[in-house]
């Protein structure tokens, strides 16, 4: 049971280069979401998508643009990468059960800027 | 904007030993999530609450909904050293699929 799934693991950038992290949930949620995690910190909302076709802005969205392709797959993509981006990413999806919700969360993308 | 706050920041215990940490909001929630994350992971989900003054357990957790809904607050009964980790809140922004993160209590086991 894959849950979800991001893509790529690691990744090292120049400052400057442009690259999109893919992430992809087998759990037919509704809902998806891209938060970063600095060293020592909890977790910052970047974007997240209610439901498929729309996509809404988090705590810190600047820098980065998101695609809701399908209702499993929610991709970040950062432009033009700066050292301010060096983070781990994760994504997560939700799902509405009669009790409420609950969100998963995969295994994050370990980004680093130089 | 909507914060969540937890305490305490982190803490450093006996092995055996019991441990309490909370998070406080400054609006109402109407769900409140309990997370662990260990290092290089994905944070877990340990407990959801749904309901004002709910308690659940999960094994040697126990997690709290706070009657005022502005609150919620999780302990770990016995800790052993796995329990380590951080552990974090998180609940919806009202009338939102919007998540936000307490920052988090580090535990730490001493064996």
């Known amino acids: 049971n894959a849950g979800v799934t991001q893509t790529p693991k690691f990744q090292v950038l120049k400052t400057g280069q442009s690259m999109t992290l893919q992430c992809a949930q087998d759990?037919?949620?509704?809902?998806m979401y891209w938060y970063r995690q600095d060293p020592g910190m909890g977790l910052r909302l970047i974007y997240y998508?209610?439901?498929?076709?729309?996509?809404d802005k988090g705590e810190v969205p600047n820098g980065y643009n998101v695609s809701r392709l399908n209702k499993r797959e929610f991709s970040l993509r950062l432009e033009s990468a700066a050292p301010s981006q060096t983070s781990v990413y994760f994504c997560?999806?939700?799902?509405?059960?009669?009790?409420?919700?609950?969100?998963?969360f995969g295994e994050g993308s370990w980004l680093t800027v130089v | 904007g909507q914060q969540l706050n937890q305490s305490p920041q982190s803490m450093f215990i006996q092995e055996g030993e019991d441990v309490s940490m909370n998070c406080t909001s400054s609006?109402?929630?109407?769900?409140w999530l309990w997370y662990k994350q260990e290092p290089g992971e994905g944070p877990v989900l340990l407990i959801a609450?749904?309901?004002?003054?709910e308690l659940t357990s999960n094994g040697r957790l126990t997690a709290q909904f706070g009657i005022t809904r502005k609150d919620s607050f999780l302990n770990i009964s016995a800790s052993i050293p796995s329990d380590v980790g951080i552990y974090f809140c998180?609940?919806?922004?009202?009338?939102?699929?919007?998540?936000?993160f307490g920052t988090g209590t580090r535990l730490k086991v001493l064996a």
């Open positions: 609450l749904y309901k004002a003054g």
């Open positions: 998508s209610a439901s498929e076709g729309t996509t």
């Open positions: 609006s109402i929630f109407n769900t």
């Open positions: 759990m037919n949620h509704n809902s």
């Open positions: 997560a999806s939700s799902e509405r059960s009669l009790a409420g919700n609950t969100i998963y």
């Open positions: 998180a609940g919806p922004t009202s009338g939102t699929y919007k998540y936000i």
